[in-house]
């Protein structure tokens, strides 16, 4: 199958970006979440999520999987399955880092807003303001770009691109452009969603070129710093911080190793590494705005339909499932998905290291299904058919 980023269950892929070494006016900076003690469920409660987490690994044929789940009044639950490399049979661990694929989008998109909140760009500017050369570039603004209403063909479906990662190339934005733009604009911004990393490739371009720094420098220092996280990552090139797990991907039919491929190819819509409690304290921030001012961060929540997943609408680079707030993530070798649901102020981490599907869904998702369905009845996390071309 063509190697291509997915909208994996919901969305896909993330990455990070920021301006300012502190806090916006008005955002509160943020506490690393971990540090605070949590009971844990109850052992009847945990058997029926260990029994309901192996059946899904075993349905899914995941090599491994770390599950982290916080929900108060319930308990907390922090448990691995599988092995982090198949040749050795080294079992998954709760510390190792992950690249959370499309989860960068979530941090990304906060940069940009910190610049909406310093007054250093408006979401209603166009993208041609910034970055010349781009299909309804004077039409398609800031805004649609964020909440994936823009119209751009989606690079990460285009043939050549499949060819060119198949063959190990390391891309530089403007040729991830190149193979969107030659297929011009597939809809009026703002005439319904469509997931494209090519929006995401954009707003990296527009954060770099309004603080005059690296999106590496933006994101890991605006964002990961305020925000407390201590093992997140924006990489400069394929550099994987161990400990790690191997990752697998699937290529014509066949499971390969990906663990080392470079992730110049998702850049701004996808190349950060984390780990489990680093998400965990992340879902939080994210979803209550701790870097953002109040404003802004209603801006960022007001969601519109995804239309074809029931009770799910995406906002500014975050969706909202059936009351779970947050993002996925999904590139060759692994998956995640990191969310928080205001509600009952619980947050579900699942990490996984493969993102070879089953049966046309994501395995995260399917995670996330069996979690929640035993945890948080009223607000499951739904499984969904994927019909958006996979990385493979």
Not at 142 to 157: C, I, K
């Amino acid at each position: 199958m063509p190697v291509r980023l997915r909208l994996a269950a919901l969305a896909a892929t993330a990455a990070a970006v920021l301006i300012a070494p502190t806090a916006p006016t008005g955002a509160v900076g943020a506490v690393h979440v971990e540090d605070t003690p949590f009971p844990p469920l109850t052992p009847a409660v945990a058997a029926e999520l260990d029994a309901a987490i192996q059946r899904t690994l075993r349905e899914t044929r995941v090599p491994g999987v770390v599950v982290g789940l916080w929900a108060p009044g319930k308990g907390s639950y922090v448990k691995t399955f599988g092995v982090a490399d198949k040749a050795t049979s080294a079992p998954m661990k709760t510390d190792l880092n992950f690249r959370i694929g499309s989860e960068t989008k979530t941090f990304t998109v906060t940069a940009l807003l910190q610049l909406v909140d310093q007054h250093k760009l408006s979401l209603d500017d166009p993208i041609g303001k910034y970055v010349s050369g781009v299909p309804n570039g004077d039409r398609i603004t800031l805004r649609e770009l964020a909440g994936m209403r823009s119209g751009l063909y989606n690079y990460s479906e285009d043939p050549d691109f499949d060819k060119a990662l198949l063959a190990g190339q390391v891309f530089t934005p403007q040729q991830l452009l190149d193979y969107s733009f030659k297929h011009g604009v597939q809809f009026a911004p703002d005439a319904k969603f469509d997931y494209s990393n090519t929006n995401l490739i954009l707003l990296g371009l527009v954060i770099e070129k309004v603080t005059g720094r690296s999106i590496q420098q933006v994101v890991n220092d605006d964002v990961v710093k305020p925000a407390g996280l201590r093992r997140t990552l924006f990489p400069t090139g394929a550099e994987y911080p161990d400990p790690h797990p191997q990752g697998y991907t699937e290529v014509s039919d066949k499971i390969v190793n990906a663990t080392d491929w470079n992730p110049s190819w998702a850049w701004a819509a996808g190349a950060v590494i984390s780990d489990l409690q680093d998400l965990r304290s992340w879902a939080k921030t994210l979803a209550t705005g701790t870097l953002l001012t109040p404003a802004t961060q209603a801006e960022r929540l007001k969601t519109k339909p995804i239309g074809e997943i029931p009770g799910a609408g995406y906002g500014l680079g975050v969706f909202d499932v059936q009351g779970w707030i947050g993002h996925n993530g999904s590139l060759p070798g692994y998956e995640s998905l990191t969310v928080y649901l205001p509600e009952e102020q619980a947050t579900m981490v699942v990490l996984l290291n493969t993102d070879a599907l089953v049966d046309g869904q994501e395995p995260s998702t399917l995670f996330g299904e069996a979690i929640t369905d035993i945890v948080t009845p009223d607000h499951v996390y739904p499984g969904h058919k994927v019909t958006a071309p996979r990385p493979s």
